[in-house]
């Protein structure tokens, strides 16, 4: 079954990553990369990605079939998604676990959201 | 494919690299036959090419072996593999060391002969995801010490009724994957009904095999009217008969039938005869619902479960009416294992309009909507309460 694991940014996540070192920073990256190999190796991995800062975000929309893409909000958003990682494995217990390793559980939390699928139930 | 591949797995006893030696074989046999015409005994042929390259290969892997005793067993002087050998690869694959998901890509791969694209478009995960975990549950095989052999007689039981639930897992996972039809993607539920024929024919006498069987016809009959064109949930209770597979029925019936008549009782033949009895049926308003009560009754007490107890209940409601049944539910609910499972909150919604309460029923389906992980199911849950809006 698939989980989706969710890195969100928030007040409350940058004031931790100010309380930072420099080389804390880094690492940090370093064990994004680290888990995602892990996971690869594993066989559980679908997709994971780091996502560009909301600023470069369009927001696109349909009206009278004209396409509009346009900047985000002026105004502040109080949290955005970071990054994600989608994986494949036995049961919730499972996705727990990897969730474990992600470096933003450590520091604040993340949100893992069970994926649905395309089963049915015939009675 | 898999006959090569036991019988070269039979003499080396070792998993790993023999599919390797087997691909190298075929892609001789594919150059050498046109030309050289295809020889008296092609499977002898194979087999001796496919054991001769598995040798040279692990001679050249012999500074990286990791196992000492991968040792070659001398060969024997004639070539007899027989069904025994896949049916020893099939109990393999199903090895309790396993996960689930790995005992299922394994088996799609060794004993089916999917590669390993095939099974990633089929669970709709990346290739190399697949790859890895047929890697590592080799690995695992090897870790555990199993040998090329049947399990041992008291364990057989226990190991069948492994490969009986992995073969089900791969049916479903037929429905959980499926998004509508794709091309060049292989049809799960049609490989494990495939893969469970073959079972059949290695293990006739055995009444859950065939049961199990039964009941992946008689499902899969159902198949093409379970869908919209626009891929939304069709209920059993509403579905065109007329596009069920009549030929798919009619083999499902015979087999269970004859089944029940000969082999000692068992939960999926328990589940057939159930998925018979709706087959049966010309229209929903003709199943025979009391017979269907009676089986679940005794499947409660053979292999009871959440699932079991919920469509009792809905059958109880088809037969004592829905106030009997919500009574009933109310005190199944109590159950630990049913707690928070949302099909407790559908059956609810579904009891709650039968009895004439809409607006407690569209409460229920809009709670039961929210918490399903199957998306067709949360658009049907979804809709039966949009209807039932006041």
């Known amino acids: 079954m698939k989980y989706l694991i969710l890195i969100q940014s928030n007040e409350k996540s940058l004031e931790v990553w100010e309380t930072l070192t420099s080389e804390q920073q880094m690492n940090f990256g370093r064990d994004h990369r680290r888990l995602t190999e892990e996971m690869q190796a594993a066989g559980v991995l679908v997709a994971s990605e780091g996502l560009a800062d909301p600023s470069l975000a369009k ?27 989608l994986v494949d494995v036995e049961d919730f217990e499972q996705a727990i ?18 994926v649905l699928d395309m089963s049915g139930w015939d009675f | 494919m898999p006959q090569v591949l036991g019988a070269v797995v039979r003499r080396y006893g070792d998993f790993g690299t023999c599919e390797d030696a087997v691909q190298e074989a075929l892609l001789a046999a594919a150059q050498r036959w046109p030309a050289e015409g295809v020889p008296e005994n092609p499977r002898a042929w194979l087999i001796t090419v496919a054991s001769r390259r598995r040798i040279e290969m692990l001679r050249n892997e012999a500074a990286r072996r990791r196992r000492e005793d991968a040792v070659a067993l001398e060969p024997a002087a004639g070539v007899a593999p ?13 090895h309790p ?14 004993v089916g002969g999917l590669s390993t694209a095939e099974i990633a478009r089929a669970l709709l995960v990346p290739e190399t995801a697949v790859g890895q975990r047929i890697t590592r549950a080799k690995q695992r095989i090897r870790d555990s010490g199993a040998r090329f052999v049947l399990p041992p007689e008291g364990e057989r ?9 992995v073969l089900y897992l791969i049916f479903n996972e037929g429905y959980t994957a499926s998004s509508g039809p794709a091309l060049h993607r292989v049809e799960l539920s049609a490989e494990a009904i ?46 065109d008969r007329s596009r069920w597979d009549a030929a798919a029925i009619a083999e499902g019936v015979d087999l269970i039938t004859a089944t029940l008549a000969t082999a ?21 308003a003709g199943t025979d619902w009391p017979q269907i009560l009676q089986l679940y009754g005794l499947l409660r007490i053979l292999a009871p479960g959440p699932m079991v107890t919920l469509n009792r209940i809905v059958a109880v409601a088809m037969v004592d009416g829905p106030a009997t049944a919500l009574a009933e539910l109310d005190v199944a609910a109590t159950d630990p294992a049913l707690a928070g499972h949302y099909r407790v909150a559908a059956v609810r919604a579904h009891l709650l309009e039968m009895a004439g309460s809409p607006q407690a029923a569209r409460e229920q389906y809009r709670l039961a909507a929210r918490q399903t992980l199957s998306a067709p199911e949360q658009r049907y849950l979804e809709s039966r309460a949009l209807a039932l809006r006041p």
């Open chain 1, 59 to 85: 927001w696109v929309s349909v009206r009278d079939d004209k396409t509009i893409a346009s900047d985000g909000p002026f105004a502040e958003v109080k949290e955005h998604l970071a990054g994600f990682y």
């Open chain 2, 82 to 94: 027989a069904g025994d050998d896949s049916l020893t690869l099939l109990f393999l694959c199903c």
């Open chain 2, 194 to 239: 495939r893969l469970t024929r073959q079972l059949r024919g290695w293990l006739p006498a055995d009444g859950e095999v065939a049961g199990l069987l039964a009941l992946m016809l008689l499902t899969d009959a159902r198949r093409p009217a379970r869908t919209r064109p626009d891929g939304a949930l069709v209920p059993l209770a509403a579905q």
């Open chain 2, 264 to 284: 000692p009782i068992g939960p999926y033949q328990l589940q057939a005869a159930i998925a018979a009895v709706h087959d049966e049926a010309a229209d929903a």
């Open chain 2, 97 to 110: 060391a396993l996960t689930p998901s790995s005992q299922v890509a394994l088996t799609l791969r060794a």
């Open chain 1, 97 to 114: 676990a990897w969730a474990a390793k992600v470096p933003d559980a450590a520091l604040n939390q993340v949100e893992v959201r069970p």
């Open chain 2, 157 to 165: 039981a226990e190991r069948l009724n492994a490969v009986r639930k």
